[in-house]
């Protein structure tokens, strides 16, 4: 049996990024495997990253890309999707693992040496990031994980994790495998540099639930091919900001008709943004429209959370219980006595 878990931080406004990279898909998997699919809003890895965690900010954050998962079409009574935090069982197996991962292993994780290169103070959590990251997957004995290729050197710690576990205790957990997610694309940054994520801020991201006045502001001013300095000058689409995204929303007549009008001058890029803005328009319109709803319904949204935890929780505490047990923890059963 097939077991997919996956994890969302809520630590800024959901974004096309995000959409791109890992909500639909969710969506998709969610069709195929049911309550085999479990997505998780990983709101204890939030405070992790001091530069991006705000505490004010972290509730609504997470009841906004929990409302803006189910717009895109996330059923939570067909998948198990809710809040980290609600489930305490992820910090009781964070830490359980964290006794017995090599602080070594964790220092060579990419991503916390590019993180810590930042800070003057780096914090522990910053460094525990990927054991709790392993509990999540593990807590769930989850065998599937969807992620990108920034997030697989992660998962190769879980599998070592549930390995060194596996062989201290008994066979307890699978060893995860790390699946590029399908379908998931690569969102540029509008900056034009690396991919767009939460830690560039507001104005380098296209927000999914982001008015279309606002995100016409920001495309407008977008970066194009830097030859193209007259309306007349051809270009070359593929080093064109803009064109990727046209990838993105566009059809392919008009992908085609771009790209020819690029190189050959026949299209300014002030009009190469505006057919950009219809498709974005086609695409976001219905979700945002859906949102919408929603927030007008906020006990939907937080009676679907609930759902999911409670689901959670009836996986997880067995799970526990089975671990506290081979590790040798006292519990009610441990002894047989009268009173």
Not at 215 to 232: E, F, G, N, Q, S
Not at 249 to 270: H, K, N, P, W, Y
Request: hydrophobic letters at 35%; proline letters at 6%.
């Amino acid at each position: 049996m097939t077991r997919v878990f996956s994890g969302i931080q809520p630590t800024g406004e959901p974004h096309i990024g995000n959409y791109f990279g890992a909500m639909r898909n969710y969506v998709r998997l969610g069709e195929q495997y049911g309550q085999n699919a479990i997505y998780c809003i990983v709101d204890l890895h939030a405070p992790t990253n001091p530069l991006a965690y705000d505490p004010a900010q972290l509730s609504r954050l997470t009841f906004e890309m929990a409302l803006a998962n189910m717009a895109v079409g996330l059923d939570p009574q067909k998948v198990l999707f809710f809040v980290q935090s609600q489930v305490r069982e992820h910090s009781e197996l964070s830490w359980l693992f964290t006794v017995s991962t090599p602080v070594g292993e964790l220092e060579r994780m990419t991503q916390y040496k590019d993180k810590a290169g930042k800070l003057e103070s780096i914090p522990a959590g910053l460094l525990m990031y990927p054991v709790l990251m392993a509990a999540d997957i593990l807590l769930y004995k989850a065998d599937t994980v969807p992620v990108g290729e920034d997030q697989t050197q992660h998962i190769e710690l879980a599998r070592e994790i549930a390995r060194r576990f596996n062989h201290s205790y008994g066979d307890t957990f699978p060893e995860p495998k790390a699946v590029l997610e399908q379908g998931a694309l690569r969102v540029p940054g509008m900056d034009g540099h690396g991919k767009m994520g939460k830690s560039k801020g507001e104005s380098s991201t296209l927000g999914l639930l982001e008015s279309m006045d606002s995100i016409w502001t920001k495309l407008r001013v977008a970066p194009t091919d830097p030859a193209r300095v007259r309306r007349t000058d051809p270009g070359n689409p593929e080093i064109c900001l803009v064109f990727d995204y046209h990838k993105l929303f566009s059809d392919d007549q008009t992908v085609l008709e771009v790209a020819d009008g690029c190189r050959t001058a026949g299209i300014g890029c002030i009009d190469c943004k505006k057919r950009l803005m219809v498709g974005i328009e086609r695409e976001l319109t219905p979700i945002q429209a859906r949102a919408a709803e929603l927030r007008q319904r906020p006990g939907t949204v937080l009676d679907g959370l609930h759902y999911g935890a409670e689901q959670a929780r009836a996986i997880a505490a067995p799970v526990m219980e089975e671990v506290r047990g081979k590790m040798g923890f006292l519990n009610r059963g441990t002894f047989t006595s009268g009173r």
